[in-house]
């Protein structure tokens, strides 16, 4: 694939992905459980394509390669890095929101078993029999 055309490729790529990152922090933010499966692996999809398509010497993964001078400096690639820069941003965002949705259920389910387990021993004496009322 040509250089101008890979860079096409992989700028497309970048904003599907940085939209279906909005479209995950929506899901997020309404709990919307089935959509959010479905917008995952669409996400995952989009971010193997991009590794796929990413040459391996921009990303300075060839020793042996010529350093690419006009590959970085060329500002399509400042514009493809740029956009995916934006992507991490929204993806640690999503993550840090995911990551508080979490703790909130954690200590949800901590006070209910807690609470149950208090009651539990209330209604019940040690020897497992239904506790009478004084």
């Not at 250089?3 to 909005?22: A, D, V």
């Not at 590959?71 to 993550?95: F, G, Q, S, Y």
């Amino acid at each position: 694939m040509s250089e101008p055309s890979l860079i096409r490729e992989i700028l497309t790529l970048g904003n599907e992905l940085k939209s279906t990152l909005e479209e995950e922090f929506i899901a997020l933010s309404e709990k919307n459980l089935d959509h959010l499966e479905t917008v995952q692996v669409r996400k995952v999809d989009l971010l193997q394509s991009i590794q796929a398509q990413w040459p391996q010497d921009v990303a300075g993964g060839e020793d042996d390669a010529e350093p690419p001078v006009q590959v970085t400096e060329d500002p399509l690639w400042n514009e493809a890095r740029t956009l995916l820069n934006e992507c991490k941003a929204a993806h640690i965002r999503n993550d840090l929101l995911l990551k508080r949705q979490l703790e909130v259920v954690r200590t949800v389910l901590s006070s209910l078993t807690q609470r149950s387990a208090d009651n539990h021993s209330a209604l019940y004496d040690k020897m497992g029999r239904m506790r009478r009322k004084r």
